[in-house]
């Protein structure tokens, strides 16, 4: 069998971290994308040749990044998980709300977090189509409630992105793509808001979730064993929305 092959945006910390460590042991080929450029200390194989240094906030880059892509690929993408988000704060750490988000930070925000993944899934369709591939939206518990960390903005944009998801499923069906999102909720990453242990404690589980956890969800709609998943939001939260 060939190999297959994903692209992940978001993958230099957390849950992007864990999945290309997954991926990676599954035996796929990880195509990652970021701002920055490949970090030497990154632990998979041929990280430095299949990374797209790209800013998800600039449209115009990630158009141009379009066609880097789909050289790198050759014709077929298994699998595009859209897991790259940012979500400003203020001076001092601060939760941003509707009242107080500067309208840059709402544009660059619903750049990186929603039109990044319209732009990618477009662009790549036939590739995904060819390899009768799988979407990932990586959305978040945040996107249907107000959280007391997660700002209005990137709240708003990942509800959009769950929307988006949808609307995806029911396009690229016909194509044979299968488009789904994860909804994590607290996960334990290197950067941890103060006050995250109030909310653990009030979990059904009590405990923080683990990236590594996030990642096998996120594998398991990529795989063949979610072959007849599409359009769906699955929560990874320890029964947090509940």
């Not at 990618?120 to 995904?128: F, N, P």
């Amino acid at each position: 069998m060939s190999q297959k092959t994903i692209l992940l945006t978001g993958a230099s910390r957390g849950i992007g971290h864990a999945t290309v460590r997954k991926f990676s042991a599954e035996g796929w080929r990880v195509l990652t994308c970021s701002r920055a450029a490949f970090a030497k200390e990154c632990p998979w194989p041929g990280g430095e040749e299949n990374h797209i240094q790209i800013d998800l906030g600039d449209p115009a880059d990630t158009i141009k990044a379009v066609g880097v892509i789909k050289d790198k690929l050759g014709g077929k993408l298994d699998a595009l998980v859209n897991n790259a988000g940012i979500s400003p704060k203020g001076p001092d750490g601060e939760r941003l709300n509707t009242l107080n988000t500067d309208l840059m930070d709402w544009g660059r925000v619903f750049h990186v977090n929603f039109f990044a993944p319209v732009v990618l899934a477009r662009g790549l369709k036939d590739e995904l189509a060819a390899a009768k591939g799988s979407v990932v939206n990586v959305t978040s518990i945040a996107g249907a409630r107000v959280h007391p960390f997660a700002g209005a903005a990137y709240a708003t944009s990942k509800a959009a992105l769950a929307a988006l998801t949808r609307e995806m499923a029911h396009d690229f069906g016909p194509m044979g793509v299968r488009v789904n999102a994860i909804a994590p909720g607290e996960v334990e990453t290197a950067i941890l808001s103060p006050g995250t242990d109030k909310i653990v404690a009030k979990l059904p589980l009590q405990r923080l979730g683990q990236p590594e956890e996030v990642a096998n969800a996120i594998f398991f709609l990529c795989s063949d064993q979610s072959s007849y998943i599409s359009g769906a939001e699955i929560e990874v939260n320890g029964a947090q929305h509940v």
